[in-house]
């Protein structure tokens, strides 16, 4: 007995960057971005916070959920960009939230960070030691880019997407992978101002990827995380009714859906809007298609991520609402 899914939210910031916006700043254009990437627009934090746009995703989906903030035993924020370093953002949500949470935690498992969230929540409900969690995913990766880097600076946006989970069965599996690899993905700490450094290096690009390693990895990473998760199950490509994969670019997204010979309608993507959101990605694009009402009880659902680290989740839900 673990958990079901009883409510979803999310929240955007105001200002949206088009590609010509992009275009008016770097050498890259509107036809250059939509057809690579498949994304016309993202959302950029201008006058918030990402506390303000976190707290009110988790607000809509404690509403959406019918619980109060009372009610919640865990707070899992999955993020690599919050407003501190410390305190955590878990800890400034409980706060603005006001939460009762005795189980506090940040994730840190860059786009994979939702399912790796939902991995650690399943272990405390197994436990017995929770009955509702909150999970956040929120990011503002506006803040880690180099805008001078066309390759990077064009795939993100910001946003924030969360979960409440509550005692049930609808988690059917979960697996989380990683593989230590910087080279292709990675963003620097900040310098260090300590007298007694040697030299830990001087930090002069932000996000810093290897877009097409990325891409490799990541279509084959999908692929295989896909095809494990269906068969382990004893199911087959079609008997999932919604495919919700990370929202990174629209080809690696229809290199699957064409792998399993799916109908586009089962892998929706939203990336056309708000491009790269990492963690938030899928708890966005899970809210949208809850709230559009195109999930009916017992659908199958697998969620797919891949991100830095490298790693990877995938996770077999069943719907429950
Ligand atoms: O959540 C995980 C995060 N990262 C990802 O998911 C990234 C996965 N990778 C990708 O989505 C793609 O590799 C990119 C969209 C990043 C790049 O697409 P690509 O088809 O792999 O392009 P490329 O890197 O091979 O570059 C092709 C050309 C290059 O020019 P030359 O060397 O052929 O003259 C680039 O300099 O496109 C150029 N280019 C651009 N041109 C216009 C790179 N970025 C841009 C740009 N506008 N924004």
């Known amino acids: 007995m673990s958990f079901y899914i009883s409510g979803t939210g999310s929240s955007l910031p105001k200002k949206k960057v088009t590609n010509d916006d992009l275009s008016k700043i770097l050498d890259t254009s509107d036809e250059?971005?939509?057809?690579?990437?498949?994304?016309?627009?993202r959302r950029v934090l201008s006058?918030?916070?990402?506390l303000d746009i976190a707290a009110e995703a988790g607000r809509n989906a404690m509403e959406n959920a019918g619980t109060s903030p009372a009610d919640i035993d865990m707070i899992l924020c999955a993020t690599l960009s919050g407003d501190f370093v410390t305190p955590s953002m878990s800890c400034?949500?409980?706060?603005?939230?006001g939460l009762n949470a005795k189980y506090v935690y940040d994730v840190n498992m860059?786009?994979?960070?939702f399912v790796f969230a939902l991995e650690m929540a399943s272990v405390?409900?197994?436990?017995?030691?929770?009955?509702?969690?909150?999970?956040?995913c929120a990011e503002a990766i506006s803040r880690l880019l180099d805008w001078n880097d066309r390759s990077s600076a064009i795939l993100?946006?910001?946003?924030?997407?969360?979960?409440?989970?509550?005692?049930?069965?609808?988690?059917?599996?979960?697996?989380?992978n990683t593989k230590a690899d910087s080279a292709v993905l990675h963003i620097s700490g900040v310098e260090s101002n300590s007298p007694f450094s040697e030299g830990y290096a001087k930090v002069d690009k932000r996000v810093v990827m290897d877009g097409q390693g990325v891409f490799i990895f990541a279509v084959s990473a999908i692929t295989d995380g896909l095809s494990t998760m269906i068969e382990k199950n004893g199911l087959t490509p079609d008997d999932i009714s919604m495919y919700l994969l990370h929202q990174a670019n629209t080809?690696?997204?229809?290199?699957?859906?064409?792998?399993?010979?799916?109908?586009?309608e089962k892998f929706p993507h939203n990336i056309e809007k708000y491009?790269?959101?990492?963690?938030?990605?899928?708890?966005?694009?899970?809210?949208?298609?809850?709230?559009?009402?195109?999930?009916?009880?017992?659908?199958?659902?697998?969620?797919?991520?891949?991100?830095?680290?490298?790693?990877?989740g995938f996770c077999l839900i069943e719907w429950q609402k």
Do not use: H
């Not at 250059?32 to 627009?41: D, K, L, Y």
């Not at 006058?47 to 990402?50: C, H, K, P």
């Not at 993100?156 to 989380?176: M, N, P, R, S, T």
């Open 275 to 312: 491009g790269n959101t990492s963690s938030a990605s899928i708890p966005i694009l899970l809210d949208e298609v809850n709230r559009s009402g195109k999930l009916k009880k017992n659908d199958k659902i697998i969620l797919g991520a891949f991100g830095a680290g490298l790693s990877t």
């Open 124 to 136: 405390y409900f197994d436990a017995g030691k929770v009955n509702r969690v909150l999970v956040v």
């Open 156 to 176: 993100f946006g910001d946003g924030a997407g969360a979960v409440v989970l509550e005692k049930g069965d609808g988690l059917k599996d979960l697996v989380v």
């Open 251 to 264: 080809r690696i997204i229809n290199s699957a859906r064409k792998r399993f010979g799916q109908p586009e």
């Open 110 to 113: 860059a786009c994979s960070g």
């Open 32 to 41: 250059w971005i939509t057809s690579r990437t498949g994304i016309s627009e």
């Open 92 to 97: 400034l949500l409980k706060d603005r939230l």
């Open 47 to 50: 006058s918030e916070t990402l």
